[in-house]
Every structure is written in C-alpha cells, then in structure tokens.
C-alpha cells in the first residue's frame, strides 16, 4: 500500500510541475503524499464475533490501530469459518497491506496461506489464538493469553475449595461445556481439566461443544441435564456458554451455588470480561472465573512499531491474568510455583 502512495506522490508532483503550478503547491502536495506514504495498512483477520470478549477484542484492535496512530485498518470479520480467514488473508496479499494480523479460529490447516504471505514479503502477526505450522517463521510473533495456564489456575482453586469444604475428589461429578473444538482456547483449557480430573481423582463426566456462545451453551447444558442426573460442577470454557448453561440450568430447576453435596450446581467459567458474567460472579452464581484478557489492541500496535523499527520482537508474548471470585473460604492458589491472590469481581 505504501508502495502504491509512492507511486502516486510521483505522478502527481510531475502534473503539478506540467500544470505549472506554483512551488507552494507543489510542497503542499509532497507533504500531504508524505504523511500518507508513512500510513502502515494493516489488514486484520478476526475469526468472528462469538463472545463478548470477542467483541471486546476487535474494539481494542479498531481502537488502536487508528489513522491518529498511523496505520490503516482492514478488518475482515471470519463469521467463526477457517475458510473465510483464508480468503482474507489471499485478499490482504492481492492488496498488498503492510501487515497481516491473524485472530485464527483454530490451529491447523494455515501452512498454504501463511506461505504465500511470506512470498509476498507480508510479516503476520498471531493475536489471541496460534497456529500449529512447522515453520515458525511463517509469522513474526504472537500475543495472547496461555490458555493452559488459565486452566490450572481454575482447576487449583477447585481443587482448594473441596479441601476446604471437606469434599472427597470422587464426589465432584463435573461437565465440560468446551469452545470451538481444535482452538488453542479448547485444547488448553480442556487438556487442563482433564490433568487435574485424573491428577485429583475427580469425576470427569462428559466434554461437549458449546463453540464459545451463549445459544449453544444453553442448548449443550438442556441435553447433558437429560443425560447425567449427578452434576455438580459445570465448567464452562468461557463465560458466555455460562451465562446460557446457567439458564438451561435454572429453567430445569436446579439451584446454583457451592453447596454442592447438597444439590447445587456449581459453575465456573473465563474471561471476566461481561458485566453480566461479573455479576453472576459476585452474587456467586459463576464461583469462578479465570481471567482471559483482550485488550491485545496496543500491544499488536507495539509489535507493529517494533519491526518498523527494525527490532526482533519476542516470538511468544504472554499476557499476564488473575482469577475472580467471591467465594470467601478460598483466597489465593499457587500455580506452578506462582501465587495468584483471587481478586474481587
Ligand atoms: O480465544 C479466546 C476465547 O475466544 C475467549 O475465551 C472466548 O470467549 C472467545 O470466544
């Protein structure tokens, strides 16, 4: 894109020469064309608007990746379809933008595309999600949360609150609403669970799909209440299948809380990004939430500035993140030798 303003501040300084036009002009015109070779275009692949934080995400992007800020944003939306995200991408190529920044919406299958982006000389940056190639220098750097840390995390506090209401691992009786199977999201948070399930002795029930919306994981929580009458611990891996089990749940009559080994539900989710999820967690009806943050707007933005300036970001940029809950008797868990204080929602 850059390129082609070049080519256009040429053109028009040598009309202006032929018109005849005065020096005034002319310097007007370099200025103007020189300020808009400097514009970097950005052409951003969102893999859809499934969640709150979803959308929280795509807002930090548009709102740092501004003209104010230099850049030119293109944002293409995935509707949630690899293959949409595939043909952003071949049409930020045809384009020629200055970066390509890539929210996947799962992890394999990006080696064709990513390759001829690399042929085009086009740095990708990964944001929130990875992808699982061979070759990392299909892309420059990624940024976003470790998914499989946030798990343990959750997983530490379950496990903290049965020690200290006394309950034996055997009676937690647990379900899985998982997200978008095969996304980085799913496969750290599910493989976390399945960890601490065999790790802890507790009773991992059934893992189902509720692709990270609030209809699907009112739907997916109605079937699995028909098919297991001993729930006690619902773990959803985001907070918007929470919000949907939570009424599937309510609708069927169960009660929602902690007292689990007397006939209430508990739920735990991430994100803590709606107020309404950080609602239902200060009133207890979510015991749990561990943070995904997605204010990766700036720091795209910083990455960006940094290989403009011809530094090497680091690969790998992990953000930091906390849990939330109101449930008194747990104040803090410690995670691969880090503490984590539970913070207020
Ligand atoms: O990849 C991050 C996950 O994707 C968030 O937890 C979820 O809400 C979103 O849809």
């Not at 595939?86 to 394999?108: C, G, H, K, N, S």
């Not at 692709?211 to 028909?226: H, I, Q, S, W």
Request: with cysteine.
């Amino acid at each position: 894109m850059r390129k082609i303003a070049v080519t256009t501040a040429a053109l028009l300084l040598f009309s202006a020469i032929l018109a005849g036009c005065g020096s005034s002009l002319i310097k007007e015109e370099k200025n103007s064309e020189a300020a808009q070779s400097d514009i970097i275009t950005v052409g951003f692949s969102q893999l859809g608007a499934e969640s709150d934080w979803r959308n929280t995400n795509t807002a930090s992007m548009q709102e740092a990746l501004t003209p104010e800020n230099g850049f030119n944003l293109v944002y293409k939306n995935g509707q949630q379809k690899q293959a949409n995200q595939i043909t952003a991408v071949r049409m930020f190529i045809q384009q020629e933008v200055d970066y390509i920044v890539l929210a996947p919406a799962t992890e394999t299958g990006w080696e064709s595309v990513l390759t001829e982006a690399r042929d085009a000389d086009i740095p990708v940056i990964l944001v929130d999600r990875r992808v699982d190639v061979a070759d990392k220098s299909l892309y420059s750097c990624w940024v976003g949360s470790d998914f499989e840390l946030e798990s343990k995390k959750m997983t530490a506090w379950l496990k903290a609150f049965t020690e200290r209401r006394n309950i034996s691992p055997e009676n937690l009786h647990i379900v899985n609403i998982q997200g978008t199977p095969g996304s980085t999201a799913q496969i750290g948070r599910t493989r976390g669970l399945a960890n601490a399930a065999r790790e802890n002795g507790w009773d991992l029930m059934a893992e189902v799909s509720g692709d990270f919306t609030e209809n699907k994981g009112r739907e997916v929580m109605a079937a699995l209440l028909k098919g297991y009458d001993n729930i006690n611990v619902v773990y959803c891996e985001n907070d918007n299948m929470a919000i949907g089990a939570i009424d599937a749940l309510e609708s069927a009559g169960k009660h929602i809380g902690q007292n689990i080994m007397n006939g209430d539900v508990m739920v735990v989710s991430f994100d803590g990004v709606n107020e309404k999820s950080r609602e239902y967690c200060r009133e207890g009806k979510i015991s749990c939430i561990a943070e995904c943050n997605p204010l990766h707007g700036p720091r795209v933005q910083a990455l960006i500035e940094a290989l403009e300036n011809g530094e090497t970001p680091e690969k790998f940029n992990y953000v930091d993140e906390g849990l939330f809950s109101s449930v008194s008797s747990v104040k803090k868990v410690v995670v691969d030798g880090t503490e984590y204080t539970i913070q207020e929602p």
